[in-house]
């Protein structure tokens, strides 16, 4: 039992983790102690309280314009993860879509979906998100139009995988039998088995799309100034990397510690939601 218990422990990290940064996110208003927007020049590129020259009224220094650092990551993590959730959503539900479609009725919805995948996996993701920008312009709602379209090719393929396995099952062969419409035997037959793994695929899938999200938002991209996101901030502070080292390094170890406890947590919920994972010690049986 120590492997599963061991697992269940990376569970709970990123459980509390993730709550912990959602919490943050939903509660900015109250936890950030100043106003993430307020500039102040006199009280510009000010380090973190235990360096030389920092103060309380800034316990993690501020940027260029003043503005306090602490506040602005709590600010980010409202960008980041609503970012990252809602690309996480659109893609799941269009390639959720696509991979029942082509898994399910084959021939030449299968042909032409599989082959859209291909061309997809193949494009590179910075040329995408360079047209999307140039075509709609920079944003919040655009940059969840690149992060969803790069995401949906990853659920279609395993969730075409799964439906093609299913299809031939027992169950639906049944509600073929009973006259049953594709669309209901989608519904209520093959659906409800890929839920786990979709939930799972979801869960590690929000991580990397913050990630994405922080990389668009730190070429200028993605979330315009002044608006806070981590992204961002590591943008603004690449400039002064060398001499004011907290203006990227706070930045940067949220959207560490935020990923870290999101594929924690999706390893522990996959372990969790996989029936067929048995997790024994060497030398144990089933019984």
Known sequence: MRPRLRRLRFLAVGAAIVGVAVLSALAAPLLAPRDPYRQAIGDRLLPPVWSAGGTWQ???GTDPLGRDTLSRIIYGARVSISAGALAVAFSMVLG???GLLAGFFRGAADTLISNLVDVMLAFPFLLLALAAVAALGPGFGNMIVVLGLTGWP?????VRAETLKFREREFVLAARALGLGSGRILRAHVLPNLVNTIIVMASLEVARMIILESFLSFLGLGIQPPTPSWGAMLGEGRVYMLTHWWLAAFPGA?????????NLFGDGLRDVLDPHRVLMQ?????E
């Open 254 to 262: 949220a959207i560490f510690v935020t990923t870290l406890g999101i």
């Open 282 to 286: 060497p030398g144990t049986r089933a």
């Open 58 to 60: 800034h316990a993690l």
């Open 154 to 158: 990853i659920y279609t393929r395993v």
């Open 96 to 98: 959720v879509l696509m």
